[in-house]
Nanobody, 126 residues
Framework: QVQLVESGGGLVQAGGSLRLSCAAS????????MGWFRQAPGKEREFVAY????????DYADSVKGRFTISRDNAKNTVYLQMNSLKPEDTAVYYC???????????????????WGQGTQVTVSS
């Protein structure tokens, strides 16, 4: 089992920044690739960003590319999501997730992940 706890969410004005953190415990963190997803009210959960176990490979949804940066610190068992130039449409609950699969075809979908955090709310005001 891997336990994931997100933090860093909050209320920010459009154009502002936030950094989300996801602390992992349980099994060896560096064995898992990590992802961030988000779910806005009335919408399905969607992929935001991915980082490989080593941090050497990343992927982003088109809607956040150039504004968000995913990173990880395996010594601290933590993955981060730096969010800049935030927009009201970024408002959502943000979830981190861990995956053991190496199938690239599933890194952008929920079923490609084995463990999930409880989420942290991000609200961007206009």
């Amino acid at each position: 089992q891997v336990q994931l706890v997100e933090s860093g969410g909050g209320l920010v004005q459009a154009g502002g920044s936030l950094r989300l953190s996801c602390a992992a415990s349980g099994r060896t963190f560096s064995n898992y690739a990590m992802g961030w997803f988000r779910q806005a009210p009335g919408k399905e959960r969607e992929f935001v960003a991915y980082i490989s176990w080593s941090g050497g490979s990343t992927d982003y949804a088109d809607s956040v590319k150039g504004r968000f940066t995913i990173s990880r610190d395996n010594a601290k068992n933590t993955v981060y999501l730096q969010m800049n130039s935030l927009k009201p449409e970024d408002t959502a609950v943000y979830y981190c997730a861990a995956r053991s699969s190496v199938r690239a075809s599933t890194l952008r979908i929920e079923r490609g992940y084995d463990y999930w955090g409880q989420g942290t709310q991000v609200t961007v005001s206009s």
